[in-house]
């Protein structure tokens, strides 16, 4: 099968993913063997293809060179095969959700991180859902307990998780207000957000208005800023930030968070994504009703992984990149 392959750790897309063929990968009795149609690229993507922060490498995905042929996590396809020991899936399903090095022709995944394509949706689109649907969801219900009426602030409204997270917000009945740059203001505001705020000219992080929920994917502000701009018993959901530190790349305060939390009113955390089937189905459900929209800024065909992937670390992106296969 053709794949996107890297050979070893890199910051730089170019000259690592090239295009190879590669026997196709073995399913173990849980799993199902995917053709994909689609994957999309998310900051992950890029932390396990640069084995960065290192933590990373440490996780499992080879200390020094990693383990999977390429970093792809997220897909849309058909299903072909399933293992011995997978029920409720069938080869010819149209499935979406979480498998491993999907930036190939065929992919294998754990069958209890797959849900059934919603019709509505083409695979490029169900593609965006993996890890940035699923994050959205539980930094807005499981995280931020948001409810209708409630104040929400969402940081990088105009990202892969904080564009779902502000429709999901709008959704629970919230009054959302989205940060974002200059130029993805309306991409922000045609997603529902009521007040939309460019982080170049004003800081919505300044106290003069003060949120239920704080959810936040970007800008790596300190604690005591974004406390700030919270209610005394306001909820605040770290998702992250990118710093490009090696080490840490941002996760000092996400580990400081829930430290601080039970000394203050305010409660303070940060968020491990739940890869479930559960919460795949239910993104599949809110967008069958309309709740919620995904945004495909560009596709790009698996021969051009390395450049999806620099579209992202340029900070083009207005919602999601995808590759097609
Ligand atoms: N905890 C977890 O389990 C988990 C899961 C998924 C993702 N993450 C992390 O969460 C972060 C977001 O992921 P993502 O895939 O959504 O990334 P993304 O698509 O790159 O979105 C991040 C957004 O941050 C915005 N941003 C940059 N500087 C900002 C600033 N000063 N103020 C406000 N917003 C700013 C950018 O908006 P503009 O383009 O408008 O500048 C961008 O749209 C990443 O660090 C990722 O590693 C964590």
Not at 137 to 160: D, E, F, I
Not at 258 to 279: H, I, K, M, Y
Request: hydrophobic share 40%; charged share 20%.
């Amino acid at each position: 099968m053709r794949a996107a392959v890297q050979d070893r750790y890199s910051a730089d897309p170019e000259g690592l993913l090239r295009l190879a063929e590669i026997p196709r990968p073995q399913i173990g009795p849980g799993e199902v063997l995917v053709r994909v149609h689609a994957a999309s690229v998310d900051r992950g993507t890029w932390h396990l293809m640069a084995g960065l922060p290192y933590p990373v490498r440490a996780a499992g995905f080879g200390l020094r060179r990693p383990k999977l042929a390429n970093p792809g996590r997220t897909l849309a396809g058909t299903v072909v095969a399933v293992g011995a020991r997978v029920t409720g899936l069938n080869p010819g399903d149209e499935v979406f959700g979480i498998g491993t090095a999907t930036f190939a022709e065929y992919a294998r995944a754990r069958a209890d991180k797959l849900a059934a394509r919603p019709p509505s949706l083409s695979a490029e689109q169900a593609a965006t859902l993996g890890i940035s649907g699923l994050t959205a969801l539980q930094s807005v219900r499981k995280y931020g307990r948001v409810t209708a009426g409630q104040k929400v602030l969402v940081l990088g409204a105009s990202g892969g998780v904080g564009a779902f997270a502000l429709q999901l917000a709008r959704a629970a009945g919230a009054e959302v207000t989205g940060v974002c740059t200059t130029t993805k203001m309306d991409l922000v505001r045609g997603l529902g957000a009521d007040h939309a705020v460019d982080y170049t000219r004003d800081d919505a992080l300044d106290g003069r208005t003060r949120y239920d929920v704080v959810i936040d994917t970007g800008g790596n502000r300190r604690l005591a800023d974004l406390r700030r701009a919270l209610t005394p018993a306001g909820r605040l959901v770290i998702v992250g930030g990118e710093t490009g530190g090696r080490w840490l790349g941002g996760l000092d305060r996400q580990l400081r968070a829930p430290l601080l939390s039970p000394f203050v009113g305010q409660w303070l955390g940060s968020v491990v994504t739940s890869e479930n089937a559960d919460d795949l189905r239910t993104l599949a459900e809110l967008c069958e009703s309309g709740a919620l929209r995904t945004a495909v800024d560009r596709t790009y065909p698996l021969a051009e992984t390395a450049a999806a992937i620099r579209h992202l670390l340029d900070g083009k992106v207005r919602g999601k990149v995808v590759i097609t296969v």
